[in-house]
């Protein structure tokens, strides 16, 4: 294919005329579209006619980018037509900072007319003859720059690329990549550049869609970047297998660990395809270098030779050792014209005949290029400077994927839960856990393992291009600290005193748990106690009176005759009670980085709401509902604050305002702004206790608690559709903990388990249907990790539809005073993990959390008991006084 220019006055027909000769031969096929060459030509040249005549000036067109026939025909045809192209990544934030920064002329893409004044209007930016194409470099740093390329430096590497790879017309990629990202761009251009054909895909890797798309269209190739071959894995390699006509892999955006490659290569090989592991950089238009496929096995550390038309050479310091590594220097037709930072550098012609790439390299005595670090990803850490990229490349040749972040007091190396499906902290073949992922760690920077902190994540944060982001990296870092008795025998009224601290006989008999001021915490309290004393005990049994209940155990079976129930007997459990329990195991087990598994602190919240619901919302008086909610706000707050009160001044994870529970009004807007401390830890506690400050505040106007009692699903779906607008980003908290941690942004959540309370007694059942919906379709996409969504939408759910389960009684004692304790080992086991869990135990220091945190319960709960006991005595001492 050729492309002809005629200075700056345009393209003459080039691309249509090349693609128009080709005729019938498929160019690009979608699911609902197949194009030849010549129908491709057809709308290539229809759409160059909708931009402005480039006789009246070249323009920036700024195209959003998608793998659809739309993107790809306003691409080419802007390209056509004689304009520079300006790539926008879809529905982001860094979209629209690059149109505000660089303010193209048109916007096109994603649906978008080209405006008939952009015909009127004069260009905006004086724009050099050979500019083509500008990309942004934002991906993993966060810099607003743009690299410039022209035509040439384009094709140049195109039919590089289709050289060593052998593309012929035969051939048909699939997408696999945002094409505003230059490997994906450049899959598509090596492609049509040799007249074969490119399936168009916005599917992952890891749906069936893709794979029966790739499969029905018999795909040759496709390429990935390493979170791809890490989806790969997940669903399996042996769906490479039901592509029979694949050729080859190509592998590039990042280094592949050694052993993955050898891995995946193997995999290739063994049905006659090949991996192809290439290097490059936005700043290079793609490709620079590829390791020969007959090598991907036996060299797997290598990122191999320069593309056709490329030379690689290493520069160093003069005197130094000629084997050391030093700055890998490419130079080819495809480099950069130079870099634009503002308008101005939009008419500056070519500035660079090579590229100094940044990364640390050797060549190797077989001439094959070795990456073994970063320039400028050095950090100072006890004064020493340590290289993170050759840290990572070290661990790499363990077999670990792992990203580091250097603080000033320690190293942070991030890695994934569940590496090789082998527990955090055991060592396997493939890499060390996580004691000896820090000792691989210390080792290779030369740092004492003390200085060496490990942070497992489901998943590192990734540019939309599947890099690992090494700003929110280290946003992720700065934030990795964030983040609740003995009863008396007797019949049910007595217990129910006990534990409300009351008197036995001065209870009203024809008064019910919630009129004596019970609420959820005590309420998990007395469940599997009043299950031992009452065998099929109401669910509702919190609204019964007490004579009731007191009457249903004198007609239960004495507990003689059932000698054996407390061990083989089964007790049913309220799911509350169990969710509660297990969601705190989970929220701890995430900490300590004992189970891999996160997503329950947001279903507390639900809960929360749920409980409210149940215990504190049945009197008819507005005064005493508002009490009865300000009670529970009490519950929950005084111990968070008498606990942060004791601990602030002793340690640096929290800040002033946290005994304030003000962290939503004083704290960071942002991790990175607050690497010292983690304010944000306590976000469950003063998430739900602003949403109870406000309840209260609603309730204590009789008017709403008329509409209340009337509508009882009106005031939770209001908070929901409140909360939702912060969900959806119709109102914008600006990132940050805000998103998913301050009230505002888990209102809805609050606001949907009042409103899973009200459906189960609502009598009906579309409520409960409704709020299944709200947690179906609200839920998934929040957090962008679908297994801590599945255990969202899983807790809410059951919470819906799983009124109790039955347990054995052994399980459900256990789970009662976990459940009970809950509020307390939240606020202490941040406290508890982090010594024991960096020595290398992370099991032991979840064990701590929790025996620390039900002993504090425990003191807790006895001081209450006696403080209760001495009121009365205290008050009548006063009065004789």
Known sequence: MTFVRVGHTGRVGGLARAFAARGRAVAVIADETTLTHADLARRISDRAGDYPAVETGRRIIGL?????????????????????????????????????????????????AVPA????????????????????TSGSTGSPKLVRLSSRSVLANARSISEYLGIVPQDRAITTLPPHYCYGLSVIHSHLLEGASVVLNEDSVASPEFWERAGAHGVTTLAAVPHTVELLERV?????????????????????????????AGRLESRGAELVVMYGQTEATARMGYLPPHLARSRAGAIGIAIPGGAFRVDRPRGTDPEAPGELVYSGPNVMMGYARDSADLGRGPELTELRTGDLARIAPDGLVEIVGRMGREAKIFGHRIDLGRVEAALADRGVDAWCVGEADRLVVVTR?????????????????????????????????????????DEPPRTPAGKVDQMALRELVAARDRAGT??????????????????????????????????????????????????GLPRDWHLHPIRELDELARAAVPPASRWWAPWRA?????????????????IVGSHTRAIAVIGGAHVLVALTGYSLARFRLHSEQARE??????????????????????????????????????????????????RWWNPWQMWFIEAVVYALLGVAALMAIPAVSRLDRRWPLALPATLVAAGLTVRFGLIDLGGGPQVWYSAPAVLWLFGLGWAIERSATGGTLWPRLGCSAVALLCVPGWFGDPGRELVMVAGLLALIWIPSVRLPRPVARALTPLAAASLFIYLTHFLVYPPIRDAGHPWLSFAASIVVGMAVWMLWEWSARVARRSAPRAARALRRG
Do not use: C
Not at 117 to 136: F, G, K, M, N, V
Not at 489 to 496: E, R, S, T
Not at 650 to 656: A, F, G, M, P
């Open 625 to 674: 509902r508002a009490r009865g909610v300000l009670r529970t706000a009490g519950r929950i707050a005084i111990p968070a604050v008498l606990w942060l009160l004791i601990v602030t001044p002793l340690t640096t994870r929290y800040h002033w305002y946290s005994p304030l529970l003000a962290t939503n009004v004083f704290g960071p807007r942002s991790w990175w702004e607050d």
């Open 417 to 457: 839960a569940g590496n090789d499906d082998e527990p955090a902290d055991t060592p396997t073949a493939a890499g060390p856990g996580v004691g000896g992922l820090a000792a691989a760690a210390a080792s290779s920077s030369g740092l004492p393992a003390s200085a060496v902190e490990v942070m497992v994540v």
């Open 236 to 264: 399996g390699l042996d769906r490479l297998d039901h592509l029979t006509r694949l050729r080859y892999l190509t592998q590039a955006g990042g280094r592949l660990a050694p052993e993955k490659v050898r891995t995946l």
């Open 64 to 112: 959003v980018a998608g793998n659809t026939v739309e993107f790809l025909v306003d691409y080419l045809a802007a390209y056509e037509a004689g304009h520079v192209v300006l790539l926008l990544p879809p529905h982001s934030a860094a979209t629209r900072g690059l149109v505000d920064s660089w303010r193209p002329d048109v916007l096109a893409g994603d649906g978008r």
């Open 570 to 586: 089964w007790a049913r459990v309220d799911t509350s009670v169990v969710l509660r329990a297990l969601f705190i195991l989970m």
């Open 117 to 136: 004044a952009a015909h009127r209007t004069p260009p905006r930016h004086e724009l050099h003859p050979d500019l083509a194409l500008l990309l942004s």
């Open 486 to 535: 003995a009863g008396a025998a007797g019949p049910p009224g007595a217990l129910i005193a006990h534990a409300l601290g009351l008197d036995p006989e001065e209870i009203d008999p024809d008064a019910s748990f919630v009129d004596l001021g019970g609420d959820s915490l005590t309420y998990v309290v007395l469940s599997t106690r009043l299950e031992d004393r009452v065998p």
